[in-house]
């Protein structure tokens, strides 16, 4: 199978069996999901920290179905159940840290840096998430899923940077 099929050479590609511009909100969206999927595994491989590494692993698999319950209305994959997981892994992390008592400087190692840095691209694909949920019906907790995503990854990123 060639990696090259020609089909989007015209601005427009495949989206669930439909074809979108290349830059409509929901590529935008995907496109943001793979650069934040990228940038978590920059982290993994600089993190020696078995429980961050593992957290790592979990946030990739999950954006994965962040990505069907932005384009599919009807899936699930993306539930309370996952918002509350993410909850308790901050709280794990947050009741070993140091209380903050000033401002964080983001990215004090190269393993905080790289997750802070995905901390970044997870607001910036939080606000295209607000901006494609206002013309098209979502999954209910992709927002909060994303916002306490992103929350994980700063106290992931403190956490690293203490040890």
């Keep these: 199978m060639k ?3 020609r089909s989007g050479d015209n601005m427009e590609t495949d989206v669930l069996g439909g074809r979108v511009r290349k830059d409509h909100e929901i590529i935008e969206c995907l496109g943001t999901i793979d650069e934040l999927s990228s940038s978590l595994m920059m982290a993994f491989h600089n993190i020696s920290l078995n ?11 999950d954006l994965r179905s962040l990505a069907v319950s932005i384009m599919d209305k009807k899936s699930h994959d993306i539930s309370l159940d996952t918002v509350i997981k993410y909850e308790k892994t901050i709280d794990i992390y947050e009741k070993v840290l140091k209380p903050i008592t000033g401002f964080i400087l983001p990215g004090e190692t190269l393993a905080g840096s790289y997750l802070h840095f995905s901390r970044t691209i997870a607001r910036r694909l939080e ?5 494609y949920s206002r013309k098209n019906k979502i999954n209910n907790y992709a927002l909060q899923y994303i916002n306490r995503m ?12 203490e040890k």
């Design 51 to 61: 429980q961050v590494k593992n957290d790592v692993l979990m946030i990739v698999q």
């Design 3 to 5: 990696i090259y099929t």
């Design 150 to 161: 992103s929350d994980l990854l700063f106290v992931m990123a403190r956490f690293v940077e």
């Design 127 to 131: 606000r295209l998430i607000v901006k």
